[in-house]
Structure formats: structure tokens, C-alpha cells
């Protein structure tokens, strides 16, 4: 027998082959779903460790609080205080003209110079005028002489009263003659008609001026008047001899004190407000009448009341807001500082502070510089400098 005839070289027979396969695909299944399991297991624990570790990172490595300054609400009474705007206007102040006409003959005044009240400033010609007076005393003097005459003869029975009568009227006449006179000729010559300090020159030698010609301004600026308007409500609170402060541009820096006078009695239908009038002392002659002010009038104090700096209010939209900050304790009792978004009511800035009539107790401490890196909830560290200071006031005088 030959190999190939062999049994022990012969194949196996069909159904062996058939059973073998079945085993080998379960043992490959087997590992194929035992890898993807572990790859599975594997990406999961990863996720899970990496997610635990970020986790870890971020609680023990939390951002530096942000440095702040901090002010703290107080409560102060504040000064009570009405503002508006006015213009000053000279107590005197006079546009000096010519009450006749005539021509200039003589220019008697220096334009800006200070005068005496009866300085003589111009002379308009008047010798015509000076002889009418010469001739009107001459008459006088006759007239004197024959009422004399009259009267004497009167006192001898020698004469009539009618006589005596008819002189009289003669001399008042030539007196009066001699009074009008005096009048024209004082009438053309321009006096100043009170102290104060010339404007610029109008009029030139040799002109000849009509009457109402404006020759020169006069102006009186050892006081002034101070013009400014209140409204209706504010009334009550008026009265006359309160303090009056005013600001004007030409001297920034500088605060000017004077008194109500006077208060309108009538209140304009138009605007509803109530025009004010105070006088206020001018001794160096730096104010002048035409400048814009801004009055501040000190009225009765009012209760206490809580304010911060103008800094720490955030003025929006949706409301004006402080950042408060509060302590807080962590679980390992280690205290810190945490900000919060605060809504608060204002009211009126006075020298720097704002009034906050809710929303705030006296002690709250508030962030004053800082706020634009904060939100709800941050953690804080107060700065060493110190928050910024009150915006200076012009020095009172």
C-alpha cells in the first residue's frame, strides 16, 4: 500500500472542519469584545482622572482676589444747599449823557480813571449862556436897588404900595431869570453824579452832541448785585439775609460771599420762578457787572443721612448699584472678602458724596476704585492706598 492510500494521510472528514469553525469564531469574539471592553474601560478612566484632575487644579488653584479700594457709608449731615445761576449788575452803574445839545469845547476826564462824585467830566460851550447871566444878575441888581427905593418911600408914606409890588415882581423875575440860567449853564457842564471808576470814551473834542448823547460809562464796583432765579418750591426756604456763595469763571478757585436784599414779591406766571436779588461786597474790584455766576444759598441743615464717595456709585440704566463687601468662612474657618452687585436710591452730590437714601447702613464698606473687574460673588483684596480723595473745594474767602 501506498502512502497516498494511505488511512493515517487521509483528510478529515467534512463534518470535523464544520465543528472547528464554530469554536474559533466564539474565541475571537471573545478577545474582540474583551479588547473593546478594556479600550473602553481605558477611555473612561482617563476621562474620569483627567476630569478629576482639572477639578483639582481649579479648586486648589483659584485666581488672586482682585485689589480694590474701599470706602466706608457714613453718616453726616450735610450742608443743605440750593444752587442756580445768575449774573452780577452794579448797584451803580450809570451810561453818563448830555442833557442839551452843543458842541464839545472841553474834554475833562481820563477814560478808565476813578472819580469823585461832582468831578466835572465834560464841557459843552456856553458862552452865550454866560452872558445872558451877566446880564440877568445886572438886572437883578437894578431891581434890588428900585425894590429898595420903593420900600423906603413906601416907609415915608411918599410912594404907593403898588410900587412896592411892581419891584418885587421885578427882582423875583430877574432872579429867576438868573436861576434858569445857572441851571443851562450847569447842564453843560457833565459832572460825575456819583463815585466809581469811567468806561471808555464816546465823544471827541470840537463834536457836536444832541441831547441823550452817551459820553462815557460810570460804574460804582464797590458792591454789586447778584440777579438769580428759584423756583416756586423752593420759596419757603428763601428769606432775606441768607448767605449767598458764588463762583465766577474769571476766578476759578475762588468763592465770593454776599446776602439776600431782596425777594421778589411776585412769582412770573411764565416760568413759575421767583427772581432773588443779593449784594455782595466787591473791596478789590475783581468782579464786574455782566459776569456769570454760580450761586450756591446755605439753607437750615437737614437730618443725617448716609453718603458715599461719588466713585462708588455705578450709574446704569437698570438702576444705580454699590459693590458691597462682606466677610465670608470657608470651611477651614479662613475669612475673606467677597463683593455683591447692591441696588441703591441716591440723592443729591454735595462736595464729593452722594447721598444714599436706601440700600445701605452706616459701616457698610462699598468698593470706591476697582469696580470694572468685578461680578457677583468675586473675591477681593483691599488695596493699601487709599481711596481717592474728595474733589477740592475753592477756598472760601
Known amino acids: 500500500m501506498d502512502a497516498k492510500s494511505s488511512p493515517s494521510h487521509q483528510n478529515p472528514p467534512p463534518s470535523e472542519k464544520t465543528q472547528h469553525k464554530p469554536i474559533r469564531m466564539r474565541r475571537w469574539m471573545i478577545i474582540i469584545g474583551g479588547a473593546l471592553v478594556l479600550l473602553v474601560g481605558i477611555i473612561w478612566g482617563f476621562n474620569t482622572f483627567r476630569n478629576h484632575m482639572i477639578a483639582q487644579f481649579f479648586k486648589n488653584n483659584k485666581p488672586p482676589p482682585t485689589v480694590v479700594a474701599v470706602a466706608e457709608a457714613k453718616s453726616e449731615v450735610l450742608p443743605n444747599l440750593l444752587t442756580g445761576v445768575g449774573d452780577l449788575a452794579a448797584v451803580h452803574q450809570v451810561n453818563v449823557t448830555t442833557d442839551v445839545n452843543g458842541r464839545v469845547t472841553e474834554i475833562l476826564f481820563t477814560p478808565g480813571a476813578k472819580v469823585k462824585a461832582g468831578d466835572p467830566l465834560l464841557q459843552i460851550f456856553d458862552a452865550p449862556d454866560q452872558s445872558d447871566l451877566a446880564s440877568y444878575k445886572a438886572q437883578t441888581l437894578a431891581a434890588s436897588l428900585a425894590l429898595d427905593r420903593a420900600k423906603t418911600l413906601l416907609a415915608k408914606s411918599f410912594g404907593p404900595q403898588a410900587t412896592v409890588d411892581q419891584a418885587q415882581a421885578a427882582y423875583d423875575q430877574a432872579n429867576a431869570a438868573v436861576a434858569k440860567t445857572e441851571a443851562i449853564i450847569s447842564q453843560k457842564r457833565i459832572k460825575a453824579p456819583f463815585d466809581g471808576e469811567l468806561g471808555v470814551r464816546l465823544v471827541e473834542l470840537g463834536q457836536y452832541l444832541s441831547a441823550g448823547t452817551q459820553i462815557v460809562s460810570l460804574t460804582d464796583l464797590s458792591q454789586l448785585y447778584l440777579n438769580f432765579t428759584a423756583t416756586e418750591k423752593d420759596r419757603s426756604v428763601l428769606n432775606v439775609g441768607q448767605t449767598v456763595r458764588i463762583v465766577v469763571d474769571a476766578y476759578p478757585g475762588r468763592t465770593f ?139 472760601r474767602n
Open 257 to 395: 460771599e454776599g446776602k439776600i436784599t431782596t425777594i421778589e414779591p411776585q412769582i412770573s406766571a411764565d416760568t413759575r420762578n421767583v427772581r432773588i436779588q443779593a449784594t455782595l461786597a466787591n473791596p478789590d474790584r475783581i468782579l464786574q457787572p455782566g459776569m456769570f455766576a454760580s450761586t450756591t444759598v446755605e439753607l437750615p441743615p437737614k437730618p443725617a443721612v448716609i453718603t458715599v464717595p461719588e466713585t462708588a456709585v455705578d450709574y446704569t440704566l437698570y438702576g444705580d448699584s454699590v459693590w458691597l463687601i462682606t466677610e465670608t468662612k470657608d470651611a477651614d474657618g479662613k475669612t475673606s472678602l467677597k463683593t455683591d452687585r447692591t441696588f441703591v436710591k441716591t440723592g443729591s452730590r454735595v462736595h464729593g458724596r452722594v447721598v444714599i437714601s436706601s440700600g445701605l447702613k452706616a459701616g457698610d464698606k462699598v468698593v470706591a476704585v476697582g469696580q470694572l473687574k468685578l461680578q457677583s460673588g468675586s473675591a477681593v483684596a483691599i488695596s493699601s492706598d487709599p481711596p481717592p480723595p474728595i474733589p477740592a473745594q475753592p477756598p
